[in-house]
């Protein structure tokens, strides 16, 4: 549980579009000094008397603190479904009943490594506030961010410059490099002499990234996207197979000994099964 | 002064607002929101006899006013349940109602007696209805004899004094039918209504969207289905005390579910749109009952079954 989760009804403060990707800001007082890179925040969507009942997760981007009356806390939102339209279709000055910050974040090391920051789509987002924290901490930071199509690159101008690379691929070669992220990944892991891996992003490219990571023999935390239907550990329904420091795996709720977990603790490639030996498993 | 006390099954609340099973984690996450002493009761997500995994992801969709859910009972099974959760919640001050599930009548059998002498818990909540099993000949409370056995196992095991809620899945030809079975088989009060079997098929992959294929679902969809069960009931056996849920999201859905027979309400769904949802609920409901010229909750409850002529 983040011990400083707290619900309140938050004014969007500005709501524009970047390529495919709405980007909000929202005035959250001074819960905005509490979230770190990597914690969430689980947001009411449809209003009143909504069909839609649950809350949305989006990966915190950045928060500003000013104190109780200031602060600030922004998000990339891909409008896919109908709630995160709908949230992309508000307009500044419209409140929202918003649950912040939840969720664990990205271990910090203690010694400025060299690390590597791998986002794929809107899973950027959360990389550059990330990427800040490191360079405070005279960490050398390289970046990769991949996605289909250049408009699903989230990049911003201020976010490249904490990195000191900034590699880009997609799919249909719009910009950058002709291909996914983890087609360049072990070659920059070698070249930039890597310790650590930091990831956001789709499912499968966190997995493929875990792969090369250990292989490579980084360390590799990510940030995991599970379906979730309450973001505060009370429905079971976002639990992914994790091997605890015992060795027993165990199915973890992603919303609050997530989203950021071990790279390699995690037992991939087991959607829709639960991996054999799992505690508690038939 | 409002009496917004209640009974179920001859255990006394302070007030009618309980969490549903399986909808408040295990109470600590909840209590990082309110305080949940203000809860008429918790109660708790069902526990079987051994740890269990639960069923494979997806386990969730979201339907219209609604959800699918097919967690598949994933707990550590009852003996760490006792000594971690509810020694955690006897020191919270909030009564416990304790939601036991079992894969045989055996099972029911066990876990009765592993409850029979734990201190601090006001009621067990038997749950003979979870459709997240992968058998549905599984599903106790489809069957009056099944029904029936599993809750003469608890009876027999619990010993006399902790009373026991029964609860039922609306999944049957006749929900009154088995009532009457789990009432005669010792029950002292009905838990209703339990998540209604679905499915939802995902149309880009063409497939079920939960790795189970189908799930429970919950949310304000099911509400007129559970006023239904509850009036139903109410109607054939008013003299038994119903816990009742589906669907409850604001005082007046709460309301809806007392006339029809209720005598206390579980929030379930709405705690995951919501944290802070039973206490809105508590507080609106108690509003709206003042607001018809009640003086406590019992007097609301059933009203709706009034002769016509009392209108
Ligand atoms: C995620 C989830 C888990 C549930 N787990 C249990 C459970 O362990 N035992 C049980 O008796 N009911 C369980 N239920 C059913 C609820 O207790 C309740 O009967 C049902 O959801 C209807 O109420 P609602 O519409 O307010 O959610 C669960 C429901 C949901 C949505
Ligand atoms: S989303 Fe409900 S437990 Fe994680």
Request: glycine share 12%; charged share 20%; proline share 5%.
């Amino acid at each position: 549980m983040n011990k400083f989760a707290q619900q309140v009804w938050a004014e969007i403060v500005s709501n524009k579009k970047v390529g495919a990707y709405h980007h909000m800001v929202f005035a959250v007082g001074e819960l905005a000094k509490h979230a770190k890179p990597g914690n969430f925040v689980a947001i009411s969507v449809g209003g009143g008397d909504s069909s839609m009942v649950l809350r949305r997760a989006f990966a915190i981007y950045r928060t500003f603190d000013r104190g109780v009356n200031g602060g600030l806390l922004e998000i990339v939102v891909a409008p896919h479904g109908s709630g995160s339209t709908w949230l992309t279709n508000q307009s500044p000055g419209f409140k929202v009943d918003l649950i912040a910050p939840l969720g664990t974040s990205f271990g910090i090391p203690t010694q400025p490594v060299r690390a590597l920051l791998v986002g794929g789509g809107y899973g950027s987002a959360p990389l550059f506030g990330l990427s800040e924290v490191l360079k405070n901490r005279g960490c050398r930071v390289d970046m990769i961010l991949g996605a289909s199509t250049a408009k699903k690159i989230y990049a911003p101008l201020d976010g490249k410059r904490t990195v000191s690379s900034m590699t880009i691929t997609t799919e249909d070669g719009t910009t950058g490099i002709t291909g996914k992220v983890t087609d360049v990944l072990a070659n920059i892991i070698e070249t930039n002499e890597i310790d650590i891996v930091y990831s956001c992003g789709p499912m499968g490219m966190l997995e493929a990234t875990s792969a090369i990571s250990s292989q490579l023999g980084v360390m590799h935390q990510c940030a995991v996207e599970e379906a979730m239907a309450c973001g505060i550990g009370v429905c079971m329904t976002c639990v992914l197979p994790i091997r605890g420091e015992d060795g027993q795996i165990r199915m973890v709720r992603s919303c609050i000994d997530g989203p950021v977990v071990d790279g390699a603790s995690v037992i991939w490639g087991s959607k829709r099964m639960i991996p054999e030996g799992t505690w508690g498993a038939k | 002064m409002f009496n917004f006390s209640t009974n179920v099954g001859g255990a006394e609340f302070s007030n009618p607002i309980f969490t549903a099973s399986g909808c408040a984690g295990s109470g600590k996450e909840l209590s990082q929101f309110f305080d949940i002493s203000r809860l008429g009761a918790i109660v708790t997500k069902s526990i079987m006899i051994k740890p269990r995994s639960g069923r494979a992801t997806p386990r969730m969709a979201e339907t219209p006013s609604g959800m699918l859910n097919s967690i598949g009972l994933q707990g550590p099974g009852i003996d760490q349940f006792l000594a971690i959760d509810v020694a955690w919640l006897r020191e919270q001050g909030v009564k416990i109602i304790v939601s036991i599930a079992g894969e045989s009548v055996e099972d029911y059998a066990v876990l009765a007696r592993k409850l029979r002498s734990v201190p601090g818990i006001s009621a067990l909540e038997v749950n003979i209805s979870c459709p997240n099993v992968e058998n549905r000949g599984q599903v106790f409370a489809c069957h009056p004899k099944t029904a029936r056995a599993a809750i003469e196992a608890v009876r027999r095991n619990v010993g006399g004094e902790l009373p026991i809620i029964a609860k039922l899945t609306p999944d049957v030809t006749s929900i009154v039918e088995i009532a009457e079975e789990v009432i005669a088989a010792g029950a002292d009060a009905l838990a209703l209504i339990n998540t209604v079997l679905g499915m939802v098929i995902d149309t880009n992959t063409m497939r079920p969207k939960l790795a189970g294929k189908t799930g429970g679902l919950s949310g304000p969809a099911i509400r007129p289905i559970a006023v239904r069960a509850i009036y139903q009931i109410h109607e054939a056996m008013p003299h038994v005390k119903i816990l009742g849920m589906g669907g409850v999201t604001s005082g007046r859905s709460a309301l809806e579910l007392i006339l029809a027979g209720a005598s206390a309400i579980s929030v379930g769904t709405a705690t995951f749109g919501d944290p802070t949802a039973a206490m809105k609920i508590k507080d609106e409901l108690e509003k709206e009952l003042i607001a018809h010229g009640f003086d406590s909750v019992r007097e609301a409850v059933g009203y709706a079954h009034r002769d016509e002529g009392n209108l």
